[in-house]
């Protein structure tokens, strides 16, 4: 079955982009507006100490000049990833990534300049210009990092220099959404059918072992043949985040990542190591996997499909959409309007086509609904997607709707907390749904899979990170022959001794996307673990557990990630909530052992 061409996609599933701009013409009047906003921004330059209004007007500027971009950016990179082979909305993309720029390089002089204001002043500042207080957090989280700041001329060099540290990243998405090819494959029926990203895993979950195993090499063979290529981007990626790192006077490019959000470096060094003290659980994982699959030798293909066989079910998007909505009813009312709201007004661009990005995300822009990016397959993954997505962007609602502007966006840190929240209320409401004891353990199977994919999968993906950024920064180059080594031991450890580590997994680091944002993925874990914790309390039927959690979501970044979640009475510079996590993997295995 081919692809179908993005023109042959339904209206009704695809997102209403024309909720951001109504064509493309308004998106380029907007572009001419925007320049106009970053050279009148410029006129601030050395003012900031004159008066408090000078300071107040500029912020304002600041704060609208920014909002503009977003929603200028949003839609020309959403447009791109509706079919990134398409030229014309590359060109968007591109013109999109240069306004950033020249908007980063236009207001460099401000955090110097804010800084360079005596605290006394600010104090009279606060008190001559009461709206000023509007902003009080954002000069303070300047101030917090000024040892980190450089003077006028080194923040507008960075900002020059950060067009041309993207590039790497630039260069991958292009070849990994846009260039990329694989080999045909058969199916099950022994038909020749095409391997895309987004069917990868769908293959990766078939019953029938050949198909598992002919989906497994035709991927990694490609990305074999091109890994020298793949390795130099990584290189170039973590060598720009070394620069940066060392240029602001952080002791890595870890704790210059971690400290935006004010992440401790301990939390993630905790994270990998509590994780390393119950690999014995994943262990037990691999063997129960090896068991049920009735093989001599259980191979990296084999590690997605069920351990349940002949319960599998396909849904339509029709039915993804009630299930979301009856396993989110813990929840309360308010939060399922909003998910019928989005499911209604077309938040989603549902359906895989040809040069569609792979995988699923929800972006917006502040002022208009959130939007999701789906590549939906009709299997039990792509539901919990489904809820996964629509918690990031329901999140994203709360956030815009208590916040201004400047405290609206998230934190990365929290940025799982919602989805991954909505998943574990999805799989509890299942479970105690089917009666049925083959269906319960195809369920417990899922849940499994989410704590293997999330918890263990993503800390090793962290402890690859921490590695091969470790070996930058000590002058070591990443070759291909580094980065694979490093990989294919790693996977050794989690794995353990009864899964097979063939040689292609060796090249799966090649396929992940998220290693162009430096130490994200740690975060998927952390909040996973923060999510088990916030939804045990949920359905318990804790007083005040819904609405702490709607305190959370609401917050945006008007406080810190860690004192947001105090809110929901987590606390994740102590180990708790990753070991409570585990403790959960643990019960779930045992209950999967009785089955």
Same mark, same amino acid.
């Given at each position: 079955?081919?692809?179908?061409?993005?023109?042959?996609?339904?209206?009704?599933?695809?997102?209403?982009?024309?909720?951001?701009?109504?064509? &493309?013409?308004?998106?380029?009047?907007?572009?001419?507006?925007?320049?106009?906003?970053?050279?009148?921004?410029?006129?601030?330059?050395?003012?900031?100490?004159?008066?408090?209004?000078?300071?107040?007007?500029?912020?304002?500027?600041?704060?609208?000049?920014?909002?503009?971009?977003?929603?200028?950016?949003?839609?020309?990179?959403?447009?791109?990833?509706? &079919?990134?082979?398409?030229?014309?909305?590359?060109?968007?993309?591109?013109?999109?990534?240069?306004?950033?720029?020249?908007?980063?390089?236009?207001?460099?002089?401000?955090?110097?300049?804010?800084?360079?204001?005596?605290?006394?002043?600010?104090?009279?500042?606060?008190?001559?210009?009461?709206?000023?207080?509007?902003?009080?957090?954002?000069?303070?989280?300047?101030?917090?990092?000024?040892?980190?700041?450089?003077?006028?001329?080194?923040?507008?060099?960075?900002?020059?220099?950060?067009?041309?540290?993207?590039?790497?990243?630039?260069?991958?998405?292009?070849?990994?959404?846009?260039?990329?090819?694989?080999?045909?494959?058969?199916?099950?029926?022994?038909?020749?059918?095409?391997?895309?990203?987004?069917?990868?895993?769908?293959?990766?979950?078939?019953?029938?072992?050949?198909?598992?195993?002919?989906?497994?090499?035709?991927?990694?063979?490609?990305?074999?043949?091109?890994?020298?290529?793949?390795?130099?981007?990584? &290189?170039?990626?973590?060598?720009?985040?070394?620069?940066?790192?060392?240029?602001?006077?952080?002791?890595? %490019?870890?704790?210059?990542?971690?400290?935006?959000?004010?992440?401790?470096?301990?939390?993630?060094?905790?994270?990998?190591?509590?994780?390393?003290?119950?690999?014995?659980?994943?262990?037990?994982?691999?063997?129960?996997?090896?068991?049920?699959?009735?093989?001599?030798?259980?191979?990296?293909?084999?590690?997605?499909?069920?351990?349940?066989?002949?319960?599998?079910?396909?849904?339509?998007?029709?039915?993804?959409?009630?299930?979301?909505?009856?396993?989110?009813?813990?929840?309360?009312?308010?939060?399922?309007?909003?998910?019928?709201?989005?499911?209604?007004?077309?938040?989603?661009?549902?359906?895989?086509?040809?040069?569609?990005?792979?995988?699923?995300?929800?972006?917006?822009?502040?002022?208009?609904?959130?939007?999701?990016?789906?590549?939906?397959?009709?299997?039990?993954?792509?539901?919990?997607?489904?809820?996964?997505?629509?918690?990031?962007?329901?999140?994203?609602?709360?956030?815009? %709707?208590?916040?201004?502007?400047?405290?609206?966006?998230?934190?990365?840190?929290?940025?799982?907390?919602?989805?991954?929240?909505?998943?574990?209320?999805?799989?509890?409401?299942?479970?105690?749904?089917?009666?049925?004891?083959?269906?319960?353990?195809?369920?417990?199977?899922?849940?499994?899979?989410?704590?293997?994919?999330?918890?263990?999968?993503?800390?090793?993906?962290?402890?690859?990170?921490?590695?091969?950024? &470790?070996?930058?920064?000590?002058?070591? %180059?990443?070759?291909?022959?580094?980065?694979?080594?490093?990989?294919?031991?790693?996977?050794?450890?989690?794995?353990?001794?009864?899964?097979?580590?063939?040689?292609?997994?060796?090249?799966?680091?090649?396929?992940?996307?998220?290693?162009?944002?430096?130490?994200?993925?740690?975060?998927?874990?952390?909040?996973?673990?923060?999510?088990?914790?916030?939804?045990?309390?949920?359905?318990?039927?804790?007083?005040?557990?819904?609405?702490?959690?709607?305190?959370?979501?609401?917050?945006?970044?008007?406080?810190?990630?860690?004192?947001?979640?105090?809110?929901?009475?987590?606390?994740?510079?102590?180990?708790?909530?990753?070991?409570?996590?585990?403790?959960?993997?643990?019960?779930?295995?045992?209950?999967?052992?009785?089955?």
């Amino acid at each position: 079955m081919k692809l179908m061409k993005r023109e042959e996609q339904k209206k009704e599933d695809t997102w209403a982009l024309e909720d951001l701009y109504i064509n &493309d013409d308004a998106w380029k009047s907007d572009g001419i507006r925007l320049q106009f906003a970053i050279d009148e921004i410029k006129e601030y330059d050395g003012k900031l100490q004159d008066s408090a209004g000078k300071l107040l007007e500029c912020l304002k500027a600041y704060a609208d000049v920014n909002c503009l971009l977003e929603t200028y950016y949003v839609y020309a990179n959403e447009r791109y990833h509706q &079919d990134t082979a398409n030229s014309y909305y590359q060109g968007f993309a591109g013109e999109a990534e240069i306004k950033m720029n020249l908007l980063q390089a236009a207001v460099s002089y401000m955090v110097p300049q804010i800084l360079a204001i005596p605290k006394e002043k600010l104090d009279e500042f606060y008190k001559e210009e009461p709206e000023l207080l509007e902003y009080r957090l954002f000069i303070e989280n300047i101030q917090r990092q000024k040892e980190h700041t450089l003077d006028e001329k080194g923040e507008a060099m960075l900002a020059a220099a950060n067009e041309v540290a993207k590039g790497a990243s630039n260069i991958y998405s292009m070849f990994n959404n846009a260039d990329v090819r694989f080999a045909d494959i058969r199916d099950e029926k022994g038909e020749t059918v095409s391997l895309t990203q987004g069917r990868f895993v769908t293959f990766m979950e078939n019953q029938d072992r050949r198909v598992r195993k002919e989906a497994f090499t035709s991927l990694y063979a490609t990305y074999k043949q091109n890994i020298n290529t793949v390795a130099a981007m990584f &290189d170039a990626n973590a060598r720009a985040s070394a620069f940066f790192a060392k240029e602001r006077l952080y002791d890595s %490019a870890l704790e210059a990542a971690l400290d935006d959000s004010e992440i401790p470096v301990e939390v993630y060094h905790k994270l990998i190591e509590t994780v390393h003290d119950n690999l014995d659980a994943m262990h037990d994982y691999v063997a129960l996997r090896k068991k049920l699959l009735c093989v001599e030798e259980l191979h990296m293909y084999d590690v997605y499909v069920p351990m349940v066989s002949g319960v599998e079910k396909k849904y339509t998007f029709e039915e993804a959409k009630a299930l979301v909505l009856e396993g989110l009813a813990p929840l309360g009312e308010d939060y399922l309007e909003l998910l019928r709201e989005g499911f209604a007004n077309r938040w989603i661009d549902i359906y895989e086509n040809e040069g569609k990005r792979t995988g699923a995300y929800s972006w917006g822009a502040y002022g208009v609904h959130p939007y999701v990016l789906l590549n939906f397959q009709g299997t039990l993954n792509h539901v919990f997607t489904l809820a996964h997505e629509m918690g990031h962007a329901l999140h994203s609602h709360y956030s815009d %709707a208590n916040q201004p502007y400047l405290y609206a966006g998230y934190k990365i840190f929290v940025a799982e907390v919602a989805s991954t929240c909505n998943e574990a209320l999805l799989i509890h409401y299942l479970l105690e749904k089917t009666e049925d004891e083959k269906e319960k353990a195809y369920l417990i199977n899922y849940f499994l899979e989410q704590f293997k994919g999330t918890l263990f999968r993503q800390t090793m993906f962290a402890e690859f990170e921490m590695m091969t950024h &470790d070996m930058v920064k000590e002058g070591k %180059a990443l070759t291909a022959d580094v980065l694979c080594d490093t990989y294919r031991r790693l996977n050794g450890i989690y794995f353990g001794p009864d899964m097979v580590i063939d040689e292609e997994i060796a090249y799966e680091w090649a396929r992940i996307p998220h290693f162009y944002t430096p130490f994200y993925v740690y975060q998927y874990a952390t909040g996973f673990a923060a999510a088990i914790a916030i939804s045990s309390r949920i359905l318990k039927g804790e007083e005040g557990a819904v609405r702490d959690y709607k305190r959370f979501l609401s917050g945006g970044s008007s406080m810190s990630p860690i004192e947001l979640l105090k809110l929901c009475k987590v606390d994740m510079t102590k180990s708790g909530p990753v070991e409570e996590a585990l403790n959960v993997f643990k019960e779930y295995l045992n209950r999967m052992k009785e089955v």
